[in-house]
């Protein structure tokens, strides 16, 4: 008698983490949804919302709410966390800051927010593309308020960082993402102390614009880290805090560790606005760009109404 045929097992499927039911989100669609779409492949932009699988995109694309993703859709690093393409990036567009800016106007941003893939591969970093962008911004629509989201422009910041807020930004902000000790896993080509330098830098060489920084939650990191961060990121008078819920884009990325709960995402804001921000966006959803035109107006308010509280104590 033959050996039965060796039984052969199906590959493992890799194990889908499920949400908790303040994860859940509306399936993206509507009218204003696929405007927004269609405008962004009409003009060939890339947006972080699509390329980083956003989980706010129904929401903010039918408020015809995107951010930009300049530089390209391939990234120069492999971060743990980051659903965007890693490789080889392909040459600058130079219609892209004309693009951008016809994107504001024909959407109708009173603030927009935009981002980049890391260009470790261009000899400035990208800051040069950043500036063209704000320019064209300031030309066609003077009236939008304009927030980067830079990467950390590794071995180039001082030269990078001193040309783009030259540019004058409204809003500059740099994501430290995590805390320190879970750098060497979860972004492993950037250093904490560099990321934080460049917003001590931006603040220091223009006081008048407004910094801002983020972190997610869920990967590991405890109570009293996440506190260090906050200290860390005051000691170089970042104005802006935000801390959002980390969300495993494909298995082949880092685990979520935990969820957080919507209380102590409370918890953690109201010690930031202990700590001193002007302004702090803290819930499971929270994203950098996430509402991020009401809450720059509210930031606003917030350093006029600091300043004036400053002067009426002489
Ligand atoms: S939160 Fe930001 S990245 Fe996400 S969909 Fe909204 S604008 Fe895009």
Redesign the pocket.
Known sequence: MNDPAPVIAAPARPERQRKPDWIRVKAPGGTGFAETRKLMRDLSLN???EE?A????G???TKK???VMILGDVCTRACAFCNVKTGMPRAVDPFEPEHTAEAAAKLGLKHI?ITSVDRDDLPDGGASQFVKVIEALRRSTPDTTIEILTPDFRNKSMAAVEAIVAARPDVYNHNLETVPRLYPTIRPGARYYASLRLLETVKRLDPTIFTKSGIMLGLGEERLEVHQVMDDMRSADVDFLTMGQYLQPTPRHAKVIDFVTPQAFDAYAQIARAKGFLQVASSPLT??????GDDFAQMKAAREARLAAQSARG
Do not use: G, K, L, M
């Open positions: 947006t972080v919302c980083a956003c989980p706010n995109i929401e903010c694309w709410h995107a951010t927010v994203r950098s760009s996430y509402h991020a």
